[in-house]
């Protein structure tokens, strides 16, 4: 795995952290509704669905599962990455790749706390990410 793959994992986890919990925000607010509901017998064919509460339920409990497993992921992931990041020479590098993606930071937030310009800081980011790539290289070849 290259450097720029890993890092695009740390991000992706992040993601389907936020989409996970938008849908799981999006089914409490179905299974809340508190406005009356009339039998739709009367207006479609078919029998109405009087379970649809409950099913809404039960989905909102396999999504808080699921949050809860991509997080627990999420938490080992960005454990594994802290240690990786601390390991490369540069304290400057870890720092970068820490404040970017453990953090979750913004680049000129980075620039800011580093007190580097934006243009800068993403140089560093490209030495950080060579820096990484030898590293992930030397861990693979042990």
Excluded: C
Excluded at 32 to 53: F, I, N
């Amino acid at each position: 795995m290259t450097a720029q793959e890993y890092l695009k994992k740390l991000n992706r986890i992040n993601d389907r952290i936020r989409e996970a919990e938008v849908s799981y925000m999006l089914l409490e607010t179905q299974a809340t509704k508190t406005t009356r509901q009339y039998p739709k017998a009367v207006y479609q064919k078919g029998s109405p669905d009087y379970h649809r509460r409950e099913k809404v339920i039960a989905a909102m409990a396999d999504m808080g599962v699921e949050i809860d497993n991509s997080r627990l992921e999420l938490i080992e992931l960005k454990r594994e990455a802290r240690q990786l990041f601390m390991s490369l020479d540069d304290s400057r590098y870890s720092s970068l790749l820490e404040f970017r993606y453990i953090d979750g930071l913004k680049w000129k937030e980075v620039g800011e706390i580093m007190n580097y310009s934006e243009r800068h800081v993403k140089r560093l980011y490209a030495d950080a990410v060579n820096a990484l790539d030898k590293k992930l290289t030397e861990l693979k070849a042990l």
